[in-house]
């Protein structure tokens, strides 16, 4: 099956830093990706999605200018979590949705950010 | 907008045995998608299973396979013959028929006993 490799797996970093997650479709290209934000024991919440090439459109209540997302290739998409504070501890998922199969996702390993 | 619905937070089975998971959606959209995946203590988010709501029959993948029902909103995953393995948060979900948009329920931990 289509693999979705995200970087890093984990990450620790101190309060007021900026931290960058990388979604990398490996095998397949990508018209579509999607970032989720999960707390313990919760759901996956939807951030924001990202088309190859245009700005990303963020869920209601998610700051654009706190998680930036950049889509610039059909195999990448970045989310940058700046000025990052203990609050933005969380793990981060990326799905990714194929130019060749329009209903399917498939997701990255996840993100566990620590924030200090 | 869009909202999912699972109303049981936990549930538990014996192994071999059949057990449910309910789910509830809310739309105004005629043709959407729908899954079931789960996410086991590892958090790598695997699909059990997924419809269209343009076909009327129900999915089935194996052990897995759903009740859909259009009317109703209503799309639930039957595990039949529970093995130990299954033990996983199971979440439903929704994709809008643009695909630009893809959201969560807020789970069910299955517990199977041995």
């Known amino acids: 099956g289509a693999v979705v490799s995200q970087h890093p797996s984990r990450v620790i970093c101190k309060s007021g830093t900026s931290v960058k997650i990388e979604c990398r479709s490996l095998d397949f290209q990508a018209t579509t990706m999607f970032w989720y934000r999960q707390f313990p024991k919760q759901s996956l919440m939807l951030m924001a999605t990202?088309?190859?090439?245009?700005?990303?459109?963020?869920e209601q209540g998610v700051e654009k200018d706190k998680f930036l997302i950049n889509h610039a290739s059909l195999t990448l998409s970045t989310l940058t979590v700046t000025s990052a504070h203990p609050e933005d501890s969380s793990f981060y998922i990326c799905s990714a949705r194929p130019v060749a199969t329009n209903e399917k996702l498939f997701f990255g390993s996840g993100t566990q950010l620590s924030v200090l | 907008a869009q909202t999912v619905t699972q109303s049981q937070p936990e549930m538990s089975v014996q192994e071999a045995e059949t057990v449910t998971l309910s789910c509830t959606y809310d739309?105004?959209?005629?043709?959407?998608?729908l899954f079931w995946y789960k996410q086991p203590p590892s958090r790598q988010m695997i699909l059990v299973i997924r419809q269209e709501a343009y076909k009327q029959q129900n999915a089935t993948e194996n052990r897995f396979s759903v009740n859909f029902q259009k009317a109703a909103k209503s799309f639930s995953l039957k595990i039949s013959d529970s093995q130990l393995g299954d033990t996983a948060m199971y979440f439903c979900a929704f994709m809008t028929p643009n695909f630009n948009k893809f959201y969560f329920g807020s789970g069910t931990k299955l517990n199977v006993k041995p």
């Open positions: 990202s088309n190859e090439g245009s700005k990303a459109t963020y």
């Open positions: 739309t105004s959209e005629n043709n959407y998608y």
